[in-house]
């Protein structure tokens, strides 16, 4: 499915890519060491059953998190494990929630929210009239940084004479995490980058934790998308984004599905847009189409260019 558009009114087209990047998946001979076998087959039947490839993931990162549910339930390897999913369907839930990558919260990196607020989001504004301004956040977790975006949009908005309109999608693979995202109810911990002002307007303190404002969860969509592949999401997939977030989860990726991933998400931004990563990434200097440039050194919010 293709679509066009952009920041600036010049065309560019959204759509899967299909070339050599989208073959050759991690396959038995890159799972090092004993058990590999056991592992891809492992991985394959998670895939089969939910459509969820970890096969990406780093093996390091899969060997210790796969290594909880095997001392969870005191099997003593990856066939054992097998066996057990095939036996008890819950588990697959508990497997995917141990895979699922959930550390976050609110304005996490508060550089990067005072670069949005300070410089791209007005420009995203002022730019959009009175069409809808698009947010993708892949890999949103229990929802802090799709919420937090929120927050800004909403402060910014709310002194602007002829505010846009605003969609922003929230994606993740783990249904518990949206279940935690769609309560919006949060620990004392999430909290502390949140200032003062937003804490007071936006939040309500309840036994110990804070929960977010009616109007702030109302501007944001959830709904369930892999990252790894490679098509975008279902929802808005007929419009280009003018804002993507894909922060501190292609760490986790090998090369292969880190370039494929930046290629989809790159389609996916509309020229003059941005794609914000996290500390330690930055997209792959042979990716198809136009250059991403980063706005700030340092921020970590790449621009393509038009």
Known sequence: MEQQGSVSGIAVTCSPRSSSMDNGLVGKSSLAGRGADDLAHLLDYVKDGRGLDFNGYQPD????????RLA??????????????????????????????????????????EALAAFLLPRLIAAAGSEPIRVWCAGCATGEEPYSLAIL???LLAHHPAAPP??????????????????ALYP???????????????????????RLADEIKKM???????????????????????LILCRNIQIYFNRHIQ????????????????????EAETPPEDLPGPRLVEMLPRSKIFIKED
């Open 259 to 278: 370039r494929r991933t930046m290629a989809t998400l790159s389609g996916c931004l509309l020229k003059g847009g941005a794609l914000i990563l996290g």
């Open 153 to 155: 949009f909403r402060e």
């Open 61 to 68: 990162a899969l060997s210790r998190r796969l290594a909880l």
């Open 220 to 242: 944001v969509t959830f709904a369930r998308h892999d990252v790894t592949a490679p098509i975008p999401p279902a929802i808005g997939v007929f419009s280009g984004y003018h």
């Open 72 to 113: 969870a339930l005191n099997l003593p390897d990856y066939q054992a494990y097998r066996h057990y999913l095939t036996e008890n369907d819950q588990e697959i839930d508990a497997l995917i929630d141990a895979l699922s990558l959930k550390v976050s919260r609110f304005f996490r990196n508060p550089f990067v929210f």
């Open 166 to 183: 605003l969609f922003i999608l929230a994606t993740d693979i783990d249904e518990q995490a949206f279940q935690a995202a769609r309560a």
């Open 188 to 210: 004392e911990e999430a909290m502390i980058e949140v200032k003062k002002g937003l804490l007071d307007r936006y939040f309500s303190l309840e036994r110990g934790r804070y």
